[in-house]
């Protein structure tokens, strides 16, 4: 009986220590700041706002026309509120819509973190529900990475309520006096498993097509013309040969890649490799088929499985004059 109660309370305390045990937010903040600047890119580069919101947008707000987003909403099965429903003049809709970028800026800069990643998630829903068929991988992304930001202390590091802070206590560099919290490891540890749950899940599902299993998922990509990012005609019909092969690795360590990837993400030996596998998987996804905003937020999702110790040593060297014995380098990543 005592053996089982001693199993029992080593793994309730080695699940407290998992979620719970406190934990540095230096990941956190980076993870706020390339959040910000993908979420930027996003809103205020990757398409016309004019063009999903307003009184002139492809999808109407006028039920006798056949395009009501309500009713689209409804034949989905989904309860879709948005501000953007009510804010329908060209006044009213250039204010909200700059009042919401300025939302994401203070998000990115790390002032009033958590009003501002609250604001910019209730926009970023607005959005979705305004134009639901536009959404896509991304969206999904950047709700559930806004959502746990929300939990986090996202304003803990790297951002202007750090230095605020440190200016009133009047501390000498941002890296003393970090702050430890048991809702940085918790989040943390929520967009972890998030993301081995979104790999698992994309590389299963891929199975289910056929493509995968003769290797031609890869060759199908690169030659869709509207997806190019530059013209590849010239190698698709000068060395189809060579695209074949290309396919048929890229197609293998695709499936490889993200079928093992929750399992070998959590093996410190390992997680530098599959790190790098990320960025080659998405560099590729972004150059090959025009993804680069959903391979900037999946690999922005990917840097909470880089240690705090790595993040605040690589800062250290690049933004002041490092000394050894000042910041011991980490052993793993």
Same mark, same amino acid.
């Given at each position: 009986m005592f053996p089982m109660l001693k199993s029992m309370n080593?793994?309730?305390?080695?699940?407290?220590?998992?979620?719970?045990?406190?934990?540095?937010?230096?990941?956190?903040? %980076?993870?706020?700041?390339?959040?910000g600047l993908c979420l930027l890119w996003h809103y205020a580069?990757?398409?016309?706002?004019?063009?999903?919101?307003?009184p002139d947008a492809w999808v109407g707000l006028d039920p006798s026309h056949g395009t009501d987003v309500l009713e689209i909403a409804k034949a989905d099965g989904r309860n879709a509120p948005s501000l953007w429903i009510w804010v329908t003049s060209e006044t009213g809709v250039q204010w909200t819509y700059s009042f919401f970028l300025a939302a994401i800026v203070f998000l990115t800069i790390g002032f009033v973190s958590r009003v501002a990643c609250v604001t910019v998630l209730l926009g970023h829903l607005s959005f979705a529900h305004r134009c639901p068929q536009v959404v896509y991988g991304i969206d999904y992304v950047l709700s559930s990475?806004?959502?746990?930001?929300?939990?986090?202390?996202?304003?803990?590091?790297?951002? %202007?309520?750090?230095?605020?802070?440190?200016? %009133?206590?009047?501390q000498k560099t941002v890296w003393e006096g970090r702050q430890l919290s048991w809702n940085a490891t918790f989040s943390m540890r929520l967009i972890q498993i998030h993301m081995c749950i979104i790999y698992f899940c994309s590389g299963m599902a891929k199975l289910q097509g056929a493509s995968w299993w003769d290797g031609t998922a890869i060759w199908y990509a690169i030659a869709l013309p509207e997806m190019w990012t530059f013209d590849l005609n010239a190698l698709l019909v000068r060395h189809p040969f060579v695209v074949e092969i290309i396919s048929l690795i890229g197609t293998v360590a695709t499936l490889a890649f993200e079928i093992s990837f929750a399992f070998l993400i959590w093996k410190p030996a390992v997680r530098p490799l599959i790190l790098c596998s990320a960025v080659v998987l998405h560099a590729g996804i972004g150059v090959l088929m025009g993804l680069s905003g959903f391979s900037a937020v999946m690999l922005t999702g990917c840097v909470a499985f880089v240690r705090p110790e790595s993040i605040r040593f690589l800062g250290q060297r690049i933004f002041t004059n490092f000394h050894a014995g000042e910041l011991p380098a980490p052993d793993r990543v």
């Open positions: 080593r793994a309730l305390q080695r699940w407290n220590e998992f979620w719970f045990i406190p934990g540095d937010a230096a990941t956190l903040g %980076v993870i706020r700041i390339l959040l580069c990757g398409f016309s706002a004019a063009d999903f919101i307003g990475l806004l959502l746990y930001l929300i939990i986090a202390p996202a304003g803990a590091e790297f951002s %202007v309520d750090r230095w605020i802070s440190r200016h %009133v206590r009047k």
